[in-house]
């Protein structure tokens, strides 16, 4: 089991012991979330589904993202990863929800989003949605492997700062 597999394995546990779902919305990352999640035997029993919405008209249909926050922010910002994870969490049947949306490269940066922008969001149904930007250095590879694991640190860093809900 590699490391990406060994934190959703920890995901995992967390989300069986409080009888709770995920739901993942990935844009950058093209599934590679819920292919580390899916690696996990028994991840049917805590991972609902993954929503790949790698283009902006995918991102409205499927995720429900209003089209004037991409006109606005543009698809890589912390206001569509937001509205990436919260459509998750309305299309889906998960109490939380990740969102990964970036620039990996070797083209489309620029200079205010330069390659490697890489914007993250999670929601839970009881805890609201945080966002973050990161910088990642590396080739697209590179890039998208530091964003999976980014995201997945991230949400079980706050299964982990949640309480159980009684």
């Not at 995920?22 to 599934?31: I, Q, R, Y």
């Not at 991409?70 to 299309?91: F, K, P, T, W, Y």
């Not at 149904?125 to 590879?141: L, M, V, W």
Request: proline content about 2%; overall charge negative; aromatic content about 6%.
């Amino acid at each position: 089991m590699n490391d990406l597999e060994q934190l959703a394995a920890r995901i995992g546990e967390r989300l069986l012991a409080r009888g709770e779902w995920l739901v993942a919305a990935e844009s950058c990352t093209g599934g590679w979330v819920a292919q580390s999640v899916t690696a996990v035997a028994g991840s049917s029993a805590w991972f609902d589904r993954g929503f790949v919405t790698y283009s902006n008209a995918a991102k409205v249909d499927m995720l429900g993202v209003p089209q004037t926050t991409i006109d606005r922010h543009g698809a890589v910002s912390e206001a569509v990863a937001r509205a990436m994870a919260q459509g998750a969490l309305a299309h889906g049947r998960g109490d939380w929800a990740l969102a990964v949306t970036g620039i990996a490269g070797p083209s489309g940066g620029s200079i205010e989003k330069p390659v490697g922008t890489v914007c993250f969001a999670w929601a839970g149904r009881d805890a609201g949605c945080e966002a973050q930007t990161c910088r990642f250095d590396g080739d697209r590879a590179s890039v998208r492997e530091q964003s999976v694991r980014h995201v997945l640190r991230g949400l079980l860093e706050r299964l982990e700062n949640q309480p159980l809900l009684a």
